[in-house]
């Protein structure tokens, strides 16, 4: 099973402020629709109150410490990555993605296998950051630009990064 991370981080590392995202990017959000619909996606309490409720097309795996979560039938809750994980491959899943937040992509950076990051040319505030990685393990694959314009508020790239296997 290939196990992607998913984010959006500015030059800083900052991914959000205040329990949301910071920026309106209507490409790169349609990237991460077409790019996760159909598939499970992993994400920690937090980014999934900030949404709300399930988005639509894509099965949900919220992890959390409190045994008392309800989410909507036909998603699921669970309490490590770990077990997230162990749930997918139970599935016989091909692919996963991990679509944050910060807590969840701190651990999640230690076992995945790609990193699709859009890296965004800013410097804003924020009280959440992607960690930081050792550039070296991993190979640059892919890279597809973007261009501020009325629906981007800045410049972006989108990277993928695979994990150089030891
Ligand atoms: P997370 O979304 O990572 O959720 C944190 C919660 O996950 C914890 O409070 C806990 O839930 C649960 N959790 C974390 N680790 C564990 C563990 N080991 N075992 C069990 N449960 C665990 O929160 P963050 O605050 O780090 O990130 C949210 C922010 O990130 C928001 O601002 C959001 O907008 C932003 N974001 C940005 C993205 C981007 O691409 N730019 C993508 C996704 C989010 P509980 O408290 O219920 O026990």
Known sequence: MNISIIVAKA?????????????????DLRFFKKTTTG?????????????????????????????DFEIPEGHFVVHSLEESIRLCIS??????YIIGGAQIYKEAINICDEMLIT????????????????TSN?????????????????????VTYKRIKQ
């Open 39 to 67: 598939h499970h996606i992993i994400m920690g309490r937090k980014t999934y109150d900030s949404m709300g409720k399930p988005l639509p097309n894509r099965t949900s795996i919220v992890i959390t410490r409190n045994t």
């Open 138 to 158: 991993w190979k640059k694959e892919n890279v597809e630009q973007f261009q501020k314009d009325e629906n981007n508020e800045y410049n972006f790239e989108i």
């Open 11 to 27: 030059k800083n590392n900052v991914i959000g402020k205040d329990n949301q995202l910071i920026w309106k990017l209507s490409s």
């Open 119 to 134: 890296e965004v040319d800013a410097h804003p505030e924020g009280d959440v950051y992607f960690p930081n990685f050792e």
């Open 91 to 96: 599935k016989n899943l091909g692919q996963v």
